[in-house]
C-alpha cells in the first residue's frame, strides 16, 4: 500500500462547479500537508500549505484537513478553465523518514469545461 | 526572474551516454531536492541536500550522483542510461531551518533514452 493515495481521475467539471478533490494516507507521522497545481509540462507549483487538523482557505481555495481519519481535501469553488491541470496533495512529518522530504499522491488530473 | 531552474529542459539521448543536470535557485534557501516524475506522474524523492550536506538518499542506482558546489546550486549526474531512466527529473527547494520543508520546484528537465 502507497502511502498517500490519490485518485488520478480524469475529472471533468462545467465552469462554475465545485470541485472536491482528496487524499488518504496511511502514516500517522504526517504532521504537514500541502496541495500543488501542475500545470502540463510545467513544475508543480505550492498552492495550500497546512499543518495538523483543520482548515484554511485562499481565495477560492479551502484545504481541510482531517488526521483522524487520515483524509485530506482541497476544494475549488466557482471552477475555472484556469484551474484545468493535475493536482497533487503532499505530505510530511517532523520526525524519522517522514522528516526533510515530501510524499506525493499520484495526483488528480482536472478539466474544467466552459 | 527564475525562483528555481533547471537546464536543460529538454534532453534526448542515447543509451550508455552520461550526461548532467544543473539547477539553480535564487530564493535563498538552504536545501535542495532531486525529484523523479514517472509517466503516471508520481513524483519521488532521490536526494537532498542541505548546505551542501547530503541528507536524503533514496534508493537510486549510483549511477545517478548529485553534486552541491554550493547552497544554491545542485547538480545530477547520470551514467550509463537506461531506457528507464526516462522521466522529467525536478529540482526543489526550501528553507528547512525554518521548519518548513514545502518545496519550490523547478521547470523540469525532461530526459528521454532511447
Known amino acids: ?6 485518485d488520478p481521475g480524469p475529472l471533468s467539471v462545467p465552469e462554475g462547479a465545485i ?3 482528496n487524499c488518504t494516507y496511511s502514516n500517522s507521522a504526517f504532521q504537514y500537508f500541502m496541495w500543488y497545481r501542475q500545470y502540463s509540462r510545467k513544475g508543480p507549483e505550492l498552492l495550500m500549505y497546512t ?15 482531517d488526521k483522524s481519519s487520515k483524509y485530506i481535501s482541497l476544494f475549488i469553488r466557482d471552477s475555472q478553465p484556469s484551474d484545468s491541470a493535475t493536482y497533487l496533495c503532499a505530505m510530511r ?10 510524499y506525493f499522491g499520484r495526483g488528480t488530473q482536472l478539466t474544467v469545461w466552459p | 526572474d527564475t525562483a528555481v531552474s533547471q537546464t536543460p529542459k529538454y534532453l534526448v539521448t542515447q543509451m550508455g551516454n552520461d550526461k548532467s543536470i ?16 514517472d509517466s503516471k506522474k508520481f513524483l519521488k524523492i532521490m536526494f537532498s541536500y542541505n ?9 537510486v542506482p549510483n549511477r ?11 547538480n545530477l549526474h547520470i551514467n550509463s542510461l537506461e531506457l ?9 527547494s526550501s528553507q528547512w531551518s525554518a521548519g518548513r520543508t514545502e518545496a519550490f520546484f523547478g521547470q523540469g528537465t525532461r530526459l528521454t533514452v532511447v
Open chain 1, 1 to 6: 500500500q502507497k502511502e498517500v493515495e490519490q
Open chain 1, 19 to 21: 470541485v472536491s478533490l
Open chain 1, 51 to 65: 499543518y495538523s487538523s483543520g482548515n484554511k482557505e485562499d481565495g477560492r481555495f479551502t484545504a481541510q484537513v
Open chain 1, 93 to 102: 512529518g517532523d520526525r524519522g523518514s517522514t522528516l526533510g522530504r515530501l
Open chain 2, 22 to 37: 544543473k539547477c539553480e535557485q535564487n530564493l535563498g534557501h538552504d536545501t535542495m531536492y532531486w525529484y523523479k516524475q
Open chain 2, 51 to 59: 548546505n551542501k550536506e547530503l541528507i536524503i538518499n533514496e534508493t
Open chain 2, 64 to 74: 545517478f550522483s548529485p553534486k552541491s558546489p554550493d547552497k544554491a546550486h545542485l
Open chain 2, 84 to 92: 528507464g531512466d526516462s522521466a522529467v527529473y525536478f529540482c526543489a
